[in-house]
């Protein structure tokens, strides 16, 4: 039976800021990697069932604190635990991640779950098939423990909805964890769940990655099959989220591949991700540090510049440059706010009272988007992702800030005070790499007045494996929360 958990917020005091990473205070379960769990599972020391228990109770006590889930499937857990034991014991597990606690984003379909995209406007009836992406998760052997936390459709990178309520920050529950994926997020930095399904249309990924101070990696378009097609077209991509690089690999192994229900993936197969030896010297690195809207925190600048400052005494070459192309903004929004037009298109009129006002908001400016002018950005995006393309030909990698500003007041849009009106403002760092769809992903760097600040780290199309790398290298050398 589905224990619904949504329309509670977190109930911790909001004055409860600290500076250590949320993980810290999670039991010795919780805090394991998949390599971890593996020796134990493997050697009989520890049991899937034990650690799928302490990932319920734990997925439980963040909830309460914090709003991270829509619900938590304690029977459809256990029993998919007790299953993946078995297959322990009889040295037949199906994969690495074989009986590891994992969540899935209220965006992605689960046969048997209600997905309601953080909305009230939609239908309640349970799926009737996973998503390629589940699909894959499932046959290794991965076990759901609930759904995580979205805004409306996932319109917008922060974590609030009509349906659900407010999600919170654990590094300071006053703050935001970012979004869409901000309820997968939470779990992640808390421990509750090892493994963790996000979405990325424009940051959705890497925002909340940045703002709670964990992994996330936003894949090349196409590596995570998607099904059904999302609203927000090719700019929507599909990817793990987790406390560590290696983490990301094993799973994203698990979701990636062919999928014959996913016509829009590129033909062919991909590299494998499989790890390589990777070292910055002799790496040619371009930084990239002016956004495209809105101005770059000094706070971050710094905490970003002294991470680079360390990659370049381990050996990387570090270039400045900027972004080719213009107008890319506008570009996004062309492509974000016609796919929210799209979307709501879809409610029936009556159903509209209860959505989002933002989300009503950004349909509307989709919709005044010409025929003419859709085009037009298509064309825009198309030169552009040809000349990200070659850029990433004259450079190894690309580093930049994940975001240009600290979390900032749970419930709001853009940080208050800030002048900005929507959140593609100040999360111009994310959104480009989205247009260009090459790998992208985020890690911890440092604290900046006591909050995680994110570096993200951008490679060429099709070297997911090659990024992993280079964030694991970044990973050694920056340590972590």
Known sequence: MLSSLGFQEGKTPLNSRQSVSPISNAPDLCRMDVAALNAAFGSGALSPVEVVQAALARAEDVQQRFNAFTFIDHAGALAAARAAEARWRAGAALSAIDGVPTTLKDIVHVEGWTVRYGSRAT????????????????????????????????????????AFGITRNPWNPECTPGGSSGGAAVASATGAGVLHLGTDGGGSIRVPAAFTGTFGLKPTFGRVPADPPSAFGTVAHIGPMTRSPADARAMLSAMGGRSLRDWSQPWGAMPSPDPRPFDWKGRKVGLWMTPPTGTLSLAIKRVISDAVRQIEAAGATVEPIRLPGEGLHEMFHAHWMTGAASRLAQIPQEARRDLDPGFVEAAAEGNRFSLRGYIFAQQARARFGAAMDQLLADYDLLLSPATACLPFAAGREVPEGSGLSRWTEWAGFSYPINLSQQPACTLFCGLAEGLPVGLQIVGPRGADGFVLDAAEAATSLLGGP
């Open 123 to 162: 239908d309640a009836t349970p799926m009737l098939q996973d998503a390629p992406s589940v699909a894959g998760l499932r046959a290794a052997g991965a076990v759901f423990i609930g759904q995580t936390t979205t805004p409306e459709f996932g319109w917008k990178a922060v974590t609030d909805s009509p």
